[in-house]
């Protein structure tokens, strides 16, 4: 059996928001929308996940999309979306090989922190 190529999947992507815990006090928020004020929207979420940032932004009005080559992350981040109410652009595509509908003025891409 050949795995896929792609890192997040079966229990890894089940549990990822549980590893995690409350990530709404995170650093990286504040600085993401500083970025974003900066530079301006729409924006690309590369590695968007579950959609930790994707989601929050997207309730706050920000134009914003997201791509994960993983496609139960991107399941997952589905699901939390619609119990948000949200409908967000989701893409199952690795940053290496991008060929996505529209440009973005803001591009956030982040190491995964493990706290």
């Given amino acids: 059996m050949t795995e896929p ?3 997040y999947r079966g229990l890894m992507a089940a549990t990822w928001d549980l590893g995690r815990g ?3 006090n995170w650093s990286d928020r504040s600085l993401f929308r500083d970025i974003v004020r900066q ?3 729409p924006v690309l979420d590369v590695g968007c996940g579950t959609g930790r940032i994707l989601l ?3 309730s706050e009005g920000v134009d914003i999309d997201g791509v994960d080559n993983s496609p139960e992350m991107l399941a997952i981040c589905r699901d939390k979306s619609q ?3 949200l409908s967000p652009n989701l893409y199952q595509q690795t940053m290496e090989t991008l ?3 529209r440009t973005y003025r ?3 891409v982040r190491q995964v922190p493990f706290n």
Avoid: A, H, M, R
């Fill in 99 to 101: 060929d996505l509908p």
């Fill in 106 to 108: 803001t591009i956030l």
């Fill in 5 to 7: 190529d792609y890192e």
């Fill in 83 to 85: 119990k948000l109410g």
């Fill in 39 to 41: 530079y301006g929207q």
């Fill in 22 to 24: 409350d990530t709404s």
């Fill in 56 to 58: 929050d932004f997207l």
